[in-house]
């Protein structure tokens, strides 16, 4: 992104007159391996990727907040006492949640503000450009109004923002990564727990390729939930025979031992899956901190299968995707990221195959999907942060 670009799209909207603007950023992020384990108190692993949502801010003597987005065309002046009001439907819900959730951090205005967004995450790929959103506005205010949050206590309450003002149920990884990321470094995350520890994720002669099917979510939202209800119901069963708050408690031997109490088919699917993943994102830790990425690829192929077979979120989009990046030498690991049901797949690459990698799954995907892939390879980012001026 050109900062000097940025602000002078600002100017454009707000014109030049008295205070300083500053600028912000937040990454987006892809989940390298821990899928649906989030929601299930277990592990995950994600990075922070080198786009994300730009933030300029400036302050006003005026009683009212601005809000304007290079990406979207609807724009919003809001009294400062009406900051509390939903707007449905709207994108400026998302930083809203964050100001309402501020002041019971001491947030006060006694001014107004003028905020330009700008993000350069591919809309619609499941590369968190909410939980973006969020994370600069919070650290722009926190900056700002000199509030002094700790950075974890930021992430819990822009997911709660997320959950109670925005009406989204999410986990928090999102928040997570994008708050507290290291550049050149994966986070392990212990989702239940919030214990946490910077994994180095230097891929040197590789390369991470995220690519986007294009296959539009319909099913995502409620195969979402579904899939929520079938592992509180294995919850459930193992409670039967033992004390259990969530599948994330459960190690795999434990779960081999005594999954007889699920009756169901389909919800002993539902948690293994969920157990196996907590298992690979373990040895894909391990595998990373050795400098083993044939072994962390391997977990990722493993993950996909898991996804595809037990958990059943991967649909013929993401399957032909992975089927294709395994085709092509050079591939280490391919695995669908996110939800599932369309959105991205994510992989790694050796350097001197990238280009004939993007060759042959852009043609083998489009022959047996007639969707072309969008291909993304970002760099690993820091987390959310205030940027120097231009």
């Not at 898991?306 to 649909?315: A, I, K």
Request: glycine share 8%; with cysteine.
């Amino acid at each position: 992104m050109n900062i000097k670009e940025l602000k002078k799209m600002f100017f454009t909207h707000y014109g030049e007159k008295e205070g300083e603007e500053v600028i912000f950023f937040a990454p987006g992020r892809v989940n390298l391996i821990g899928e649906h384990t989030d929601y299930n108190n277990g592990y995950v692993l994600p990075c922070a990727l080198s786009f994300g949502t730009y933030l300029v801010v400036r302050k006003t003597r005026e009683k009212v907040v601005s809000f304007r987005s290079a990406n979207f065309p609807d724009s919003f002046t809001i009294p400062l006492e009406q900051l509390q009001e939903k707007r449905i439907g709207e994108w400026v819900n998302y930083p809203l949640g964050v100001i309402d959730q501020l002041r019971n951090y001491g947030l006060a205005f006694n001014g107004g503000l003028e905020l330009l967004y700008s993000g350069n995450i591919p809309p619609a790929a499941g590369l968190s450009s909410s939980a973006s959103i969020e994370l600069v506005t919070a650290v722009a205010l926190d900056e700002l109004f000199s509030l002094g949050i700790d950075r974890v206590e930021m992430v819990r309450l822009c997911r709660r923002a997320e959950n109670e003002f925005v009406g989204v149920n999410c986990g928090i990884m999102d928040q997570f990564i994008v708050g507290k990321a290291r550049r050149n470094s994966a986070l392990f995350l212990n989702c239940g727990t919030l214990q946490y520890v910077h994994v180095p994720f230097v891929l040197h002669d590789h390369r991470l390729i995220i690519i986007n099917s294009n296959k539009e979510r319909k099913l995502a939202d409620s195969k979402y939930n579904e899939r929520v209800k079938e592992c509180q119901a294995a919850v459930d069963a193992f409670q039967q025979i033992r004390r259990l708050g969530s599948l994330g408690e459960l190690s795999l031997e434990t779960f081999q031992e005594q999954c007889f109490v699920i009756k169901d088919p389909v919800v002993l699917k539902r948690a293994r899956h969920v157990v196996s993943e907590n298992r690979r994102v373990l040895e894909a830790v391990k595998a990373l901190m050795n400098k083993q990425l044939e072994t962390f690829g391997q977990l990722m192929i493993e993950s996909h299968y898991s996804l595809r077979d037990d958990y059943e979120v991967t649909g013929p989009e993401l399957d032909a995707l992975v089927e294709a990046a395994l085709s092509v030498e050079g591939t280490v690991g391919a695995r669908m990221t996110g939800a599932g049901f369309g959105g991205c797949t994510v992989n790694i690459v050796r350097n001197d195959a990238v280009d004939r990698f993007m060759e042959i799954v852009k043609d083998i995907y489009f022959e047996k999907t007639g969707l072309k892939a969008e291909f993304y390879l970002p760099e690993i980012a820091g987390g959310a942060r205030k940027l120097d001026p231009a």
